[in-house]
């Protein structure tokens, strides 16, 4: 077995998916977890140039980093048997993982990276009115024609696992009931034995 080391700031955001991946497969691996660069700029100032990209999460296994948060959640789930059982089925998991991260990139642009007050509102406006309910339609329409128990092959993969934390992390989760199936889903996968004691059991943070 590697030694894996997870590094990102003290919260959920990027690294989750990875972190719940991870739990699901029951791998040990090292949580490494940092300060908020707001909270301690000099240390992040130091960290950052030793990145690959100037950013956060990375992973090092047996001492080798990968860095951007999808690349490292989709390691995790080829190594550790949550990708698809084929290169097809691989590739079925990338498009939902691809969709869904579309809309998170959209949704961090609303909520936390636009600093202009007036664009912040239209941003997120469109983000509730159009890029939610359009996501999670597609979302729903694809889990139906593969099955509608899971997205992949009639088991479970990190597309599920990706589509749970996106949808447990929204604001107003209420909006998920409207769309059965991944309702379903998200219920499902929140039961597994190893992601419900994951979330039962993580550091409880901001975001």
């Not at 090092?60 to 789930?77: F, K, N, Q």
């Not at 600093?115 to 139906?144: H, I, Y």
């Amino acid at each position: 077995m590697p030694i894996i080391k997870l590094t990102y700031f003290d919260f959920r955001a990027r690294a989750e998916p990875a972190r719940l991946v991870l739990a699901q497969a029951g791998v040990d691996y090292i949580d490494r977890r940092i300060p908020a660069y707001w909270l301690d700029i000099e240390n992040w100032q130091k960290m950052k140039p030793t990145t690959p990209y100037g950013q956060i999460p990375i992973l090092e296994v047996d001492g080798e980093v990968i860095s951007e948060s999808v690349a490292i959640t989709r390691y995790c789930a080829r190594e550790f048997g949550l990708a698809g059982k084929t290169t097809f089925e691989s590739a079925q998991a990338d498009e939902i993982v691809d969709a869904v991260q579309g809309a998170i990139e959209k949704q961090y642009d609303a909520f936390v990276f636009e600093k202009d007050e007036t664009r912040k509102t239209d941003l997120q406006k469109a983000f509730n009115e159009s890029v939610l309910p359009t996501l999670l339609g597609n979302l729903e329409k694809r889990l139906c024609s593969r099955g509608g128990d899971f997205f992949v092959g009639g088991a479970l993969t990190w597309a599920d696992i990706v589509t749970y934390n996106f949808c447990v992390e929204l604001p107003d989760k209420t909006v998920v009931e409207k769309y059965p199936k991944i309702s379903a889903l998200v219920a499902k996968v929140g039961e597994l034995p190893n992601i419900k004691a994951w979330v039962a059991s993580r550091p409880k943070t901001m975001f």
